[in-house]
T-cell receptor
Framework: SQTIHQWPATLVQPVGSPLSLECTVEGTSNPNLYWYRQAAGRGLQLLFYSVGIGQISSEVPQNLSASRPQDRQFILSSKKLLLSDSGFYLC???????????FGPGTRLTVL | AQKVTQAQTEISVVEKEDVTLDCVYETRDTTYYLFWYKQPPSGELVFLIRRNSFDEQNEISGRYSWNFQKSTSSFNFTITASQVVDSAVYFCALSEAGSGYSTLTFGKGTMLLVSP
């Protein structure tokens, strides 16, 4: 069966520090991968999605970036965090576009 | 324009009551998918259902049922005989053919509180 992992689970970082969040999927090949952010107020915002290695589409311009160095690995990064980057970051995968997406446990990021 | 509207921000019921969560969507595509997800306090989103735009049959899964009405662009979710474990935030979402189904647009969610 497929599983999706995210780490770290929680993170507290100072403003201006770098960020690296990792997501890995097991049990499937060539998944579509997604990064979402859920700020206070509950709405989920799609940040990036990837249909294959090295292929990244950005939905929202910001100081975040994403990379997919391996088939089942998706990384969210920032060179300098802002206060507004605080939130709950969720990684998800699907077999094909339009299929149901399965979400990881999330990373709760607090920028101070 | 908001594509998925969940007008109910928060609903409180007592255990064993039936509750309906509303979802209204907006799209110009004739082909699309609709979804419902549950987010318990732990934070992880749990997939509940996916519905194709060409399939308007209502669906029932245990205490859960979904009513898809293309005429009113609605995809409502009913929980029968609610339980405390149903307490969570519920999200409705839309994926459109026009975007290659690459993006999932979520509503703002409805927080359901079920008290004993």
């Amino acid at each position: 069966s497929q599983t999706i992992h995210q780490w770290p689970a929680t993170l507290v970082q100072p403003v201006g520090s770098p960020l690296s969040l990792e997501c890995t999927v097991e049990g499937t090949s060539n998944p579509n991968l997604y990064w979402y952010r859920q700020a206070a107020g509950r709405g989920l915002q799609l940040l990036f999605y990837s249909v294959g290695i090295g292929q990244i589409s950005s939905e929202v311009p910001q100081n975040l970036s994403a990379s997919r160095p391996q088939d089942r690995q998706f990384i969210l990064s920032s060179k300098k965090l802002l206060l507004s980057d605080s939130g709950f970051y969720l990684c998800a995968w699907s077999e094909q576009p339009g299929d149901e997406q399965f979400f990881g446990p999330g990373t709760r990021l607090t920028v101070l | 324009a908001q594509k998925v509207t969940q007008a109910q921000t928060e609903i409180s019921v007592v255990e064993k009551e039936d509750v309906t969560l509303d979802c209204v969507y907006e799209t110009r595509d004739t082909t699309y998918y609709l979804f419902w997800y549950k987010q318990p306090p732990s934070g992880e989103l749990v997939f509940l259902i996916r519905r194709n735009s060409f399939d308007e049959q209502n669906e029932i899964s245990g205490r859960y049922s979904w009513n898809f009405q293309k005429s009113t662009s609605s995809f409502n979710f009913t929980i029968t005989a609610s339980q405390v474990v149903d307490s969570a935030v519920y999200f409705c979402a839309l994926s459109e053919a026009g975007s290659g189904y690459s993006t999932l647009t979520f509503g703002k969610g409805t927080m359901l509180l079920v008290s004993p």
